[in-house]
């Protein structure tokens, strides 16, 4: 597991130090990636067994996928299909390329398993993401895009900004994300409101396709606003949603958590499922909900399964534990299901709620 080490754990966990090692992490899966041979060693290292399901239309050979943000620029997708990923979310891009907030920008507190971000959207715009996707091979596994606001485009037009970005990518995805909720933006939580997303969404819906559109939320909203949102969603036919993007709260104090930005990781566990739960109960357990935040494990992995998420995704877990958490947590989800004498995933979502 050598090799696994040194191209994967040491340079994600130097990845809240510096860009310049995220991009190092980047590099080293593309070009591990890149030949047959490669490949072939990363799937002995770590691909996991399969524990396929389905979602709004979609097959997936296992229920864990990459959260957006770990690629932004869609740079690795061999990569992370490779080395045994159910799906990938790259992103998230915004009409126009723009560099993002300031550096430094990413902080990692290993006490707390914890990373603090306010990248601030830096990404290369629709245009160029749309040309890089075009000339790229496409991964065999669901490849979602996160489409955020540009910081230039006022909330009045916000609606607009999205759309164009769907319209020149759609060809080459097989869904959206609609990213309202990174604190990181000025002001665009507040497109969270139930009228200005319900105009995003519908732009959005017009250039998609048909291809499946969710809504990522933030987890500090009021459980109301949260049903509020829910509800404005499948309304206008959202496949589901993404629960949840960072949190601008902080359960500690510390020189890094003073840090401002989005935080992810285990500190945001307890919530994101809270949120998942809340959902699935708002809506019956009928409308898929991708979980994220804080998973480590396959307990935590289950843990937001049973409380009502049909897919899950990890990024803050890439950096501590490497890539080896991919096969931890699926071949952990395997035996969970085979030890409730379970044949599918589709029979543990929800179960902790009754469904």
């Not at 979602?55 to 296992?62: H, I, K, S, T, V």
């Not at 609606?159 to 990174?182: M, Q």
């Not at 909900?289 to 899950?312: F, M, P, Y």
Request: proline content about 5%; charged content about 25%.
């Amino acid at each position: 597991m050598g090799l696994g080490y040194s191209l994967f754990v040491r340079p994600f966990l130097a990845l809240m130090d510096s860009e310049k090692a995220h991009s190092r992490a980047i590099l080293g899966i593309k070009i591990a990636s890149y030949t047959i041979l490669g490949r072939m060693l990363l799937r002995i290292l770590y691909r996991p067994r399969k524990v396929e399901t389905k979602a709004f239309g979609l097959d997936f050979p296992n229920p864990l996928g990459l959260a957006a943000g770990m690629d932004k620029k869609a740079e690795a997708m061999t990569g992370w299909e490779t080395i045994g990923f159910g799906f990938i979310e790259v992103g998230g891009i915004t009409e126009h390329e723009q560099d993002g907030n300031p550096k430094p920008r990413m902080f990692r507190s290993s006490k707390h398993k914890a990373l603090i971000n306010r990248m601030g959207f830096n990404n290369p715009g629709s245009e160029k993401m749309s040309e890089h996707l075009a000339n790229s091979k496409k991964p065999s596994i669901p490849l979602l895009l996160n489409v955020g606001k540009s910081k230039s485009t006022s909330l009045a037009d916000a609606h607009l900004d999205y759309a164009k970005t769907v319209e020149r990518c759609e060809p080459y995805v097989d869904g959206f994300v609609i990213n309202v909720s990174s604190p990181n933006t000025p002001n665009l939580r507040e497109l969270q409101k139930d009228e200005d997303l319900a105009r995003i969404i519908d732009a959005v819906q017009n250039y998609s396709g048909g291809k499946p559109v969710l809504v990522k939320i933030a987890p500090d909203l009021e459980d109301i606003q949260i049903k509020s949102i829910v509800d404005t969603a499948r309304e206008l036919g959202c496949a589901g949603i993404v629960a949840t993007n960072t949190t601008i709260t902080r359960p500690f104090e510390s020189s890094i958590m003073s840090e401002k930005g989005g935080l992810s990781g285990q500190p945001l566990k307890s919530r994101s499922t809270e949120v998942i739960r809340l959902i699935a109960d708002h809506t019956d357990g009928n409308w898929p909900i991708i979980g994220v935040g804080g998973i480590s494990n396959a307990e935590d992995a289950w843990e937001k399964i049973t409380n009502g998420a049909c897919l899950v995704q990890i990024y803050s877990s890439m950096v501590f534990n490497g890539a080896s958490v991919i096969k931890d947590i699926v071949n952990g989800l395997d035996r969970k299901l085979k030890s409730k004498g379970l044949v599918s995933l589709d029979q543990a979502v929800g179960l902790a709620r009754g469904d």
